[in-house]
């Protein structure tokens, strides 16, 4: 993907269900506050119709328990949501902010039942191609064990192809970084820092 196509300040944290990511972006936020960063952060879900893009308050507690949407309600919504992200982008998102996303449009290639998607993976797969870059992929790996300790959504098979599934998506990408989330949060939100740092030009170089 082109630099084009890239947001310098968009940074997105992937993981799959326990691997901590509100926690681990609360206390990101809370260190960047203290030196002085503005930082907004942003759940996954889109919000049409102008509301506000730093809320979560629509987050969906329990996303498995619907059936899909028909393929013409799931296209418009994901052709929705691009127009949405890249007008953001350009118009919305400002420069001097940066904007930390628990999950992004890339998530739904992953786990489309989640987001009761029921067109074409191939349609997706094409506007996840078109969606505009964040500067940085952060992904919070654990072992499968680890991750159903902490939350029982799906069975230990899903959370074991999900796993992989982020492993083999973030290894994909350009600019990205894997922390290892079964450490203590606080570590991990040192690493987390760290690597944002690296990624806005703040630090040393990491990983990718």
């Known amino acids: 993907m082109s630099s084009q196509n890239q947001s310098k300040q968009k940074i997105v944290i992937l993981g799959p269900d326990g691997a901590g ?3 681990v972006i609360q206390g990101v936020m809370k260190e960047m506050a203290k030196e002085g960063r503005v930082v907004k952060m ?4 889109p919000f049409y119709a102008g509301q506000r893009r730093d809320t979560s308050v629509l987050v969906n507690p329990a996303p498995h328990g619907a059936p899909p949407r028909s393929a013409i309600t799931s296209l418009a919504k994901i052709f929705l949501w691009l127009a949405e992200e890249w007008s953001a982008n350009l118009f ?6 940066l ?8 998530d739904l290639l992953i786990d489309p039942v989640r987001y009761r998607y029921g067109g ?13 870059r964040p500067r940085l992929w952060l992904l919070l790996d654990a072992p499968a064990i680890v991750l ?6 799906v069975t230990l098979e899903e959370t074991e192809r999900q796993r992989k599934a982020y492993l083999d998506f973030v290894r994909k990408q350009k600019n990205h970084v894997v922390t290892d989330a079964s450490q203590a949060l606080d570590k ?8 944002i740092a690296g990624a806005i030009g703040e630090g040393v170089g990491y990983g990718g």
């Open 148 to 153: 159903q300790a902490r939350k029982q959504e």
């Open 42 to 45: 942003r759940h996954l879900k």
């Open 92 to 97: 919305q998102d400002k420069k001097g902010e």
């Open 99 to 106: 904007l930390i996303c628990d999950r992004y449009y890339h």
């Open 188 to 195: 991990v939100v040192a690493d987390a820092r760290k690597a």
């Open 21 to 23: 990511k509100s926690s």
């Open 120 to 132: 074409p993976m191939w349609v997706a797969r094409t506007v996840g191609w078109l969606m505009p």
